[in-house]
């Protein structure tokens, strides 16, 4: 089981949209500077981080009265794989494996990216937490993934960059987890020593 923004695909694109192009949007329509209007939803985001608002589109656009969906298609070219992701995939895709997709991303944005980037063919089955109605961070979340797809506890492996959603899966039972730490490629390392931990996942075909 993979993660998809910051585990595949690169955390950048994601963090120009809410730090930088949302807030400069937000600012114009609001009158006001900068860095007050990203000082303020910074707040509002970390307010719900962790739950399905903070993942939902429909949230935003309602909250902050503004198209999020479109903002993301403007930027699109942004999009793209971590380096040695697209391989990674491309290699595991080849196993006898069952790989599955499980993400907190809103459908809308799991749409855009598979498009821009054919991620969804490497898989055999792509999991949003907006399906189920709780975040990856919820154990109510594998709960359910579990009553859908069936996974073993002890041979699942399951790599992502958010330490409370391997959290959450530790708690849950799932034995092989690994953390991406660089899934911003324009920030630096976030070393752990809490779970096991690769730069890129192509150092897992290693």
């Not at 114009?28 to 209007?37: I, W």
């Not at 990856?136 to 790599?159: I, P, R, Y």
């Amino acid at each position: 089981m993979l993660d998809m923004d910051g585990t595949l695909l690169d955390l950048a694109f994601d963090n120009y949209i809410w730090k930088e192009l949302v807030p400069r949007r937000y600012a114009v329509e609001n009158n006001m500077p900068f860095e007050e209007a990203r000082e303020l939803l910074i707040a509002k985001y970390a307010a719900v981080q962790g739950g399905l608002e903070w993942y939902c589109l429909d949230h935003w656009s309602d909250r902050l009265d503004m198209d999020v969906v479109q903002l993301h298609y403007d930027v699109s070219h942004r999009i793209g794989y971590l380096p040695g992701a697209l391989e990674f995939l491309r290699r595991v895709h080849e196993q006898d494996v069952r790989v599955l997709l499980v993400t907190n991303a809103h459908r809308d944005t799991l749409a855009l990216k598979d498009a821009m980037t054919g991620l969804g063919d490497y898989f055999d089955g792509l999991y949003s937490s907006h399906d189920y109605g709780y975040a990856k961070e919820s154990q109510n979340f594998w709960c359910a993934l579990q009553e859908d797809v069936g996974f073993d506890l002890d041979t699942t492996l399951f790599v992502d960059d958010s330490l409370s959603v391997l959290r959450s899966a530790q708690e849950y039972g799932i034995e092989r987890l690994v953390t991406v730490t660089q899934p911003d490629t324009t920030e630096a390392i976030r070393p752990t020593t809490e779970f096991r931990c690769v730069q890129r996942v192509a150092e897992l075909l290693d």
